[in-house]
């Protein structure tokens, strides 16, 4: 899924929001993408994410503000499984800073939620329509284990 939105948005820029120990970078890097930034806030899980790729071309962070410094935005913003981990309460300005730093989002979540894993559902079409993007498509997928997931690309607009 995320490579065909690649491969059909071919983003100059890219930013994996939330990308814990790096599971999508060897998909960007096979993608050629140039300029991938890799946020996460645990440190533990950037830093596995850097040792697996040392040598790849790719900025890693766990600097909310050094991403929205960037005088330009991402053209693409990979949320995979990780905007489910944040409470209600704290969803909306979350989404909010995602927004500001993008024109594209994609956002996809396990559909086997538990409070147990601190797993939320949100209502991303409504949150997101109020940051002025839109749903532009929506499905549900399986992943390498067969799970099902959810996922929507919203655009400014």
């Known amino acids: 899924m995320i490579g065909?939105?690649?491969?059909?948005?071919?983003?100059?820029?890219?930013?994996?929001?939330g990308c814990g120990s790096g599971r999508l970078i060897p998909l960007y890097l096979k993608k050629k993408l140039q300029?991938?930034?890799c946020y996460d806030a645990s440190?533990?899980?950037?830093?596995l994410a850097q040792s697996q790729f040392p040598d790849a071309a790719i900025?890693?962070?766990?600097?909310?503000?050094e991403i929205l410094r960037r005088s330009d935005q991402f053209d693409l913003i990979?949320?995979?499984?990780?905007?489910q981990h944040i409470p209600a309460d704290s969803i909306g300005g979350v989404v909010e800073k995602i927004c500001a730093m993008g024109g594209r989002?994609?956002?996809n979540e396990s559909r086997n939620r538990s409070d147990k894993y601190f797993m939320?559902?949100?209502d991303y079409q409504l949150i997101f329509q109020q940051n002025d993007f839109v749903q532009t498509s929506a499905g549900v997928m399986q992943d390498a284990h067969?799970?099902?997931?959810?996922?929507?690309?919203?655009a400014h607009g």
Do not use: M
């Open 4 to 17: 065909g939105l690649i491969d059909t948005y071919q983003p100059a820029s890219l930013l994996d929001y």
């Open 35 to 37: 300029n991938i930034y």
């Open 43 to 47: 440190e533990i899980s950037l830093k």
């Open 59 to 65: 900025h890693f962070t766990t600097s909310l503000k």
């Open 78 to 83: 990979v949320c995979s499984r990780v905007l």
């Open 105 to 107: 989002v994609f956002v």
């Open 120 to 122: 939320f559902l949100h």
């Open 146 to 154: 067969g799970n099902l997931q959810e996922w929507s690309l919203f």
